[in-house]
């Protein structure tokens, strides 16, 4: 019989979080019967809406609500067949038995590269909230202006990401100097701390001296009051958290901002992810073809001036695998130890392969400084000695 861990919510949280919130005890599960799985936790999630949704949803006593990526150890489901991956709403708990109901299996073409911690992540609930506070609620378009605020966050880091994938100039407020640097690192045009800036609205204007076409709200307070000063006429605003009110012990009160939102004509729209639930297979592949693409740039990027040689296959293609044992023995000699060889499967990252324009298989594109020096196409062993000696 198995042990389950679980963290109880003991008492509802008055101002931060304490220790004595929570209380671990520790349960009997039964063996799973006809149609169940036994899951163990491999991530679970904490998040900044648990604060919000403690206090409507759950009493003193519960389990602590949230989100995990888990591993089926024991199954009398064929749906979910042992070894498997499930993103599963169990709570703060080790170990669940459950008929399968809300099980979300992980996609089966999950890179093995890519951590499943990113199901709660970038690939899961944060992602999905950024994609469509993006596109379902903030329509944004090419060439306009976004700012995001608690921009190093989870949901905030890939809002500015999907945003400058289309296009669009991003500025992004954090609070710390590093967050600043890890902000700029992943392409935001503008960054900012809010703590250390003199004036946050001058801090707004330098960033944007023409003010903003969208506004991603993750922080809503005085923050909110001097941000909707600086939206431009017909103004987009995504409401998607309130953090800065979420340890408060005392609700804040106004300023109210009717008379900025009737004069600049804005609209502000609040939003959960779980209104597209109906979308989300097609947005995590979405989701996941975009980190592909973005890891890989960040490989040409982070490789400076050294040459970088890709060979993009497929498992079903016969030329591939005839030049494969060649191109691994080439990245292993010692006249190439300054060479990056990368290996990219076409049907695993069709992103990143329609990113590159490739159209047959085996093709090869040479980088020096993220930009492609030459490319071939075909199993030509000689071609690729000849480019790699010229190039390297």
């Not at 100097?177 to 809010?194: I, R």
Request: aromatic content about 10%; charged content about 20%; proline content about 4%.
């Amino acid at each position: 019989m198995v042990q389950a861990k679980t963290w109880i919510l003991t008492k509802h949280f008055d101002g931060f979080p304490k220790d004595s919130n929570f209380e671990l005890k520790v349960e009997e599960l039964p063996e799973p019967k006809d149609g169940e799985v036994l899951l163990e936790a491999v991530f679970l999630s904490v998040d900044p809406y648990m604060r919000v949704f403690s206090r409507f949803s759950m009493n003193e006593g519960n389990m602590m609500i949230g989100t995990q990526v888990a591993r089926v150890i024991q199954s009398k489901n064929p749906a979910f067949p042992v070894g498997s991956h499930v993103v599963a709403r169990s709570g703060w708990r080790t170990h669940t038995v459950c008929d399968g109901t809300g099980l979300t299996p992980i996609m089966a073409d999950w890179p093995q590269g890519v951590s499943l911690s990113l199901a709660l992540g970038t690939i899961g609930m944060p992602g999905l909230t950024a994609l469509y506070g993006i596109e379902e609620v903030l329509g944004l378009q090419k060439g306009e202006t976004l700012l995001v605020n608690a921009a190093a966050g989870a949901v905030g880091s890939v809002v500015g990401q999907i945003a400058k994938l289309k296009g669009c100039k991003v500025v992004g407020s954090a609070g710390s100097d590093a967050k600043v640097a890890f902000l700029k690192k992943l392409g935001f045009d503008e960054a900012f701390n809010y703590k250390t800036v003199g004036s946050l609205e001058e801090a707004l204007k330098k960033a944007s001296p023409d003010g903003y076409d969208c506004f991603f709200e993750n922080v809503g307070g005085s923050f909110s009051d001097v941000a909707l000063q600086q939206m431009k006429n017909f103004g987009r605003i995504a409401v998607c958290g309130s953090i800065s009110g979420y340890n408060d012990t005392t609700p804040q009160t106004g300023p109210y901002p009717h008379l900025t939102m009737i004069v600049k004509q804005l609209k502000m729209e609040g939003f959960m992810q779980t209104r597209w639930e109906h979308k989300h297979p097609e947005s995590l592949k979405r989701l996941m073809g975009w980190l592909k693409e973005t890891e890989f740039q960040a490989i040409l990027k982070d490789s400076g001036t050294k040459l970088v040689v890709v060979d993009f296959s497929a498992t079903w293609c016969g030329p591939c695998k005839l030049i494969a044992p060649v191109f691994v023995e080439l990245s292993e000699k010692d006249e190439n130890k300054n060479v990056v060889f990368l290996k990219v499967d076409v049907d695993e990252a069709e992103d990143v392969s329609s990113f590159c324009k490739i159209s047959c298989m085996p093709t090869f594109h040479f980088y020096q400084n993220g930009e492609r020096v030459a490319e071939f196409s075909g199993a030509n062993v000689d071609k690729l000695k000849e480019t790699l000696a010229k190039y390297r």
